[in-house]
């Protein structure tokens, strides 16, 4: 289960997702929503060993509210885990985390858990629970918390859920096991989890991974209502046309450093890309609208 809330592939630290240690007593404040272009994490100098090696070598990235950051990057890049420096989940060796305007130690795992939503890269889930029950747990930072209207807790929460679930158009799976859904129904109700949370800042690790075209085109989409509904939103991605279409900026990971950082049109640069995935990339101006078509190189047929 801890897969739901913590960043899975890499180490994490324990409880800092939304797990029973939200459901405290004292009730806490709702943080505000943030104007936009406000900086609501950033990480600075960041460096973090693993297993004996530098993982990430020095790494400057800042998530601003209203922005989708598509993250991207070969296999083994870092992504995850600066992800998960990024979401607190992991304490760096040197450099800081700052999340809505703290250092991230600063924060307790419930506050945190109000401030930003983590979807992992895998969402491990062996108990057999119904899809619904899967996406209310994300509500469980609520409990506590100060409302303009203490008596509409429960339809908030309602609300959240029924929401959560039509957008990632899992509505037709709420009463069924969890365990016995496909993996990309899995992936769309494990999102749905982290949307239902409503916080300001959503991090999602390669949300699209097991996702057909409709869904992830859907995913995209909804990255970008909640950055102009005024959140903040990084993803990691490997489809670097999705990244193209939708990201209003995009930062390439490459050997534990980021290699670009900027809007997808002067990023996404077929010597960059053929340099960081070493393969042959090609970047076509779309005929329509002239928006890049990123293709990796490929052998003629016949
Ligand atoms: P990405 O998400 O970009 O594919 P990760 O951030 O998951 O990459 O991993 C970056 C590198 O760190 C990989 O080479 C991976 O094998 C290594 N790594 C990740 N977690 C650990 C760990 N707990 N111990 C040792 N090495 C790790
Ligand atoms: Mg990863």
Redesign the pocket.
């Known amino acids: 289960m801890i897969g739901l809330f913590g960043s899975g592939?890499?180490?994490s630290r324990a409880g800092s997702g939304v797990g029973s240690r939200v459901l405290g007593t004292r009730r806490r404040r709702v943080p505000a929503r943030p104007a936009p272009g406000t900086v609501l994490a950033e990480a600075r100098g960041l460096r973090v060993r693993?297993?004996?090696?530098e993982?990430?070598r020095g790494v400057d990235l800042s998530a601003r509210a209203g922005e989708v950051l598509a993250l991207v990057?070969?296999?083994?890049?870092?992504?995850?885990?600066?992800?998960?420096a990024l979401a607190a989940d992991l304490t760096p060796d040197a450099g800081t985390v700052c999340l809505a305007g703290r250092p991230a130690a600063d924060w307790s795992a419930p506050e945190l858990a109000l401030r930003r939503a983590v979807l992992p890269?895998s969402t491990a889930l062996s108990f057999p629970f119904p899809v619904q029950d899967v996406v209310r747990m994300g509500r469980a930072p609520w409990a506590g918390t100060v409302r303009e209207d203490p008596h509409d807790s429960g339809a908030e929460d309602d609300t959240a859920v029924a929401e959560a679930l039509a957008a990632t158009e899992t509505t037709a799976f709420a009463h069924r096991p969890f365990s016995a859904l496909s993996g990309g129904e899995r992936a769309r109700v494990a999102l749905a989890r982290a949307l239902a949370q409503r916080t300001p800042l959503l991090l999602l690790?390669?949300p699209t991974a097991a996702l057909d075209l409709r869904h992830q085109e859907l995913v995209l989409r909804i990255c970008r209502e909640r950055a102009a509904a005024g959140d903040g939103v990084v993803v990691?991605l490997h489809d670097l046309g999705l990244a193209a279409a939708y990201a209003d900026r995009v930062a390439v990971?490459h050997e534990?450093r980021v290699a670009a950082d900027g809007p997808p049109e002067e990023v996404l640069r077929d010597e960059l890309l053929t340099r960081v995935y070493r393969h042959p990339v090609e970047v076509f101006p779309h005929p329509r609208d002239a928006s890049p078509v990123i293709l990796p190189h490929r052998p003629a047929r016949g």
Request: aromatic share 4%; proline share 4%.
């Open positions: 592939a890499v180490g693993l297993g004996g090696r993982i990430l990057g070969p296999n083994g890049a870092g992504k995850s885990t600066l992800f998960a890269q690790d390669e990691v990971l534990g």
